[in-house]
């Protein structure tokens, strides 16, 4: 039997999101229970995430998701590293249309499971690319994108280093899901020496039912003259 999540789920998300500061319509919550109803369907025959209570899925993948969209671009190009099931980028895509997303995958069955997600759900602007990040931020292309996240992949100086440097645009923001540890030095610098970004932010954020304290870390590209963009 495949598994259902009941419509309180959605009007759950709906309050859960209001009350930290980010607020979404009900057809985007409900849009977000189809995706998270998907992956638990999807999860029984491949292994997509541990989490499965509604809680969890509430607080630590959708909202661990939809709450730093605060301190994200509401549209532009987007580049997901490592999508796996799915979060940060679908619901991030789900709450901000304008975002054209390019979810990046290197397992087939994850890149099954995404495109399936992105007809069903319907999500225009969004697309899967199957490639492991070395490859794909060595591949020779022109696209560009004004911003990158990442929350699944460990954050090295060569993974913000090498991606910046081919895929992230002058201004463009790189954006890390990171746990509540690591001071301000320590993301300083972390991109390495001959990295061009520079660290823009840094936000801690509490998630729901006791899930707690988690923090995105922002850095920007330097524009082509060196000088920092915004």
Not at 111 to 139: M, T
Request: charged share 20%; aromatic share 6%.
């Amino acid at each position: 039997m495949e598994p259902v999540l009941s419509r309180e789920f959605a009007a759950a998300l709906v309050d859960l999101a209001e009350q930290c500061a980010c607020p979404i319509s009900l057809s985007q919550a409900e849009a977000c229970r189809q995706y998270t109803e998907l992956l638990l369907t999807w999860n029984l025959r491949v292994n997509l995430t541990r989490i499965t209570a509604p809680e969890d899925l509430l607080a630590k993948h959708l909202l661990d998701a939809i709450i730093p969209t605060r301190w994200l671009p509401v549209r532009g190009r987007a580049l997901d590293l490592g999508s796996g099931a799915g979060v940060p980028a679908i619901p991030i895509q789900i709450v901000r249309p304008e975002l054209h997303f390019t979810l990046l995958e290197r397992l087939r069955k994850k890149v099954s499971f995404l495109k399936v997600c992105i007809a069903q759900l319907e999500l225009k602007n969004a697309g899967v690319v199957q490639s492991r990040w070395q490859d794909y931020a060595a591949a020779a292309a022109h696209e560009r994108f004004d911003l990158i996240t990442a929350r699944a992949l460990k954050p090295s100086p060569e993974l913000l280093t090498r991606v910046s440097a081919t895929r992230l645009g002058a201004g463009g923001r790189f954006a890390l899901w990171a746990g509540p540890t690591g001071s301000e030095a320590d993301f300083r610098k972390l991109p390495g020496p001959a990295s061009s970004l520079k660290l823009r932010s840094i936000h801690d954020y509490r998630l729901p039912y006791q899930a707690g304290i988690r923090r995105l870390v922002v850095w920007e590209k330097l524009g082509a003259a060196g000088c920092y963009t915004g």
